[in-house]
């Protein structure tokens, strides 16, 4: 069954030193624009040049920390969905209909995850994210946009490979969107499918 796998623990306290680390700047940045012009108001030099010193080299920090802790948690985390939304879709391919020439997906997020249906049918797909904890709302649209990413992959791919499709879309929030119209990939479900590694 699939799951998301790695240390998501790890990875969580990563990304929420990352968020604390970013805090920490805007912190710094308020202090600065506050601290510095009462300095020169008050004629404080000691405090100015506390200010000048302080600041940037605090910003600079606490930005190096933030970048470098979203980079490797944040982007492990990512990898790690990425590849649960993959074996998600592969174990429940025949739940897909991937056989019908006309299918609309219904994308419904829920409080851990998403459900997924297809041409209104009862069967749902889970997508399960609770090993996550609670969802903020970047990473709701993060996951949304994951598995309507591997949507257009998916879909685009079997097209390329020889199966017909008159057309193709999936639904989000009663936000509509086509992967494939007429037979041809959608423009922009096309550039999906390039940037998410499917033309190679």
Do not use: H
Not at 92 to 118: C, H, K, W
Not at 140 to 151: H, Q
Not at 169 to 193: H, L, R, W
Request: hydrophobic residues 45%.
């Amino acid at each position: 069954m699939a799951n998301l796998n790695g240390d998501i623990k790890k990875w969580k306290r990563g990304e929420t030193a990352g968020f604390a680390a970013t805090v920490f700047c805007g912190i710094v940045l308020v202090a600065f624009v506050i601290c510095y012009p009462l300095s020169l108001a008050q004629g404080l030099k000691i405090l100015q040049l506390a200010t000048l010193i302080a600041a940037p080299v605090l910003l600079v920090a606490g930005a190096g920390i933030a970048a470098f802790c979203n980079l490797r948690f944040g982007g492990a985390i990512d990898r790690a969905v990425r590849r649960y939304v993959v074996d998600v879709f592969v174990e429940n391919a025949v739940q897909m209909l991937p056989e019908r020439n006309s299918l609309t997906f219904y994308i419904t997020p829920t409080d851990g995850g998403a459900e997924l249906t297809v041409n209104g049918y009862k069967e749902k797909i889970i997508f399960d994210f609770s090993a996550l904890g609670k969802l903020s709302f970047m990473r709701k649209a993060s996951v949304l946009a994951e598995i309507e990413n591997r949507l257009c992959v998916t879909y685009i791919r079997l097209l390329k490979r020889g199966s017909k499709y008159s057309e193709v879309s999936y639904c989000v929030k009663e936000k509509s969107a086509f992967i494939i119209k007429d037979g041809q990939p959608d423009k922009k479900a096309y550039k999906t499918y390039v940037k998410n590694g499917g033309a190679g």
